[in-house]
T-cell receptor, first 113, second 114 residues
Framework: GENVEQHPSTLSVQEGDSAVIKCTYS??????FPWYKQELGKRPQLIID?????GEKKDQRIAVTLNKTAKHFSLHITETQPEDSAVYFC????????????FGQGTILTVHP | GAGVSQSPSNKVTEKGKDVELRCDPI?????LYWYRQSLGQGLEFLIY????????KSGLPSDRFSAERTGGSVSTLTIQRTQQEDSAVYLC????????????FGSGTRLTVV
């Protein structure tokens, strides 16, 4: 089945800096790559997603880039703010896994004021 | 309904007892998923229902875990003879299936086995 690796496991930045989280996956047929933000005690919330026919997608301070050849995708957060502090999960779907999401292990992002 | 509804929100049970967790998906969503999240960990896939197809049970950790989905809507996850390692948050999600990936998660059930 699909295998998703996420790095780093923790990331600490100063307010205003950029943060980058990277995920690699194993199934070259996968075609959907979402990112979720989970605040303490809350449900995961979708913040951005990308499909395999697109290389980059931006939404205000958040962007996701996809390299299908290398089988990795990254989340980029610019001008970070303290409220960006949370756990971020990448996920992969499609291919042999069809509809189910396989999640990375998560990155704890801390933005210091 | 407006969102994915899970009940109970919290459940404390004694080791060895059986528990049932309920998920009510968004109306019209044909696909339903159960995930487990242990403290400080990622989301572990358990089981996936898509319409009338046989469920994908590949993530169920042992035969103490089972799930059903009645009438293509509400789903119940049952854990028999609970163990302390079953303590986790159990999350349900639904979407329209057939490649429509707009997953919506419920708030989860926090299960504590004492």
């Amino acid at each position: 089945g699909e295998n998703v690796e996420q790095h780093p496991s923790t990331l600490s930045v100063q307010e205003g800096d950029s943060a980058v989280i990277k995920c690699t996956y194993s199934d070259s047929a996968s075609n959907y790559f979402p990112w979720y933000k989970q605040e303490l005690g809350k449900r995961p919330q979708l913040i951005i997603d990308i499909r395999s026919n697109v290389g980059e997608k931006k939404d205000q301070r958040i962007a996701v880039t996809l390299n299908k050849t290398a089988k990795h995708f990254s989340l980029h957060i610019t001008e970070t703010q303290p409220e960006d502090s949370a756990v971020y999960f990448c996920a992969v779907a499609g291919g042999t896994s069809y509809g189910k999401l396989t999640f990375g292990q998560g990155t704890i992002l801390t933005v210091h004021p | 309904g407006a969102g994915v509804s899970q009940s109970p929100s919290n459940k404390v049970t004694e080791k060895g007892k059986d528990v049932e967790l309920r998920c009510d998906p968004i109306s019209g969503h044909t696909a339903l998923y159960w995930y487990r999240q242990s403290l400080g960990q990622g989301l572990e896939f358990l089981i996936y229902f898509q319409g009338n197809s046989a469920p994908d049970k590949s993530g169920l950790p042992s035969d103490r875990f089972s799930a059903e989905r009645t009438g293509g809507s509400v789903s119940t996850l049952t854990i028999q003879r609970t163990q302390q390692e079953d303590s986790a948050v159990y999350l349900c999600a639904s979407n329209k299936g057939q490649g429509n990936y707009g997953y919506t998660f419920g708030s989860g059930t926090r299960l504590t086995v004492v």
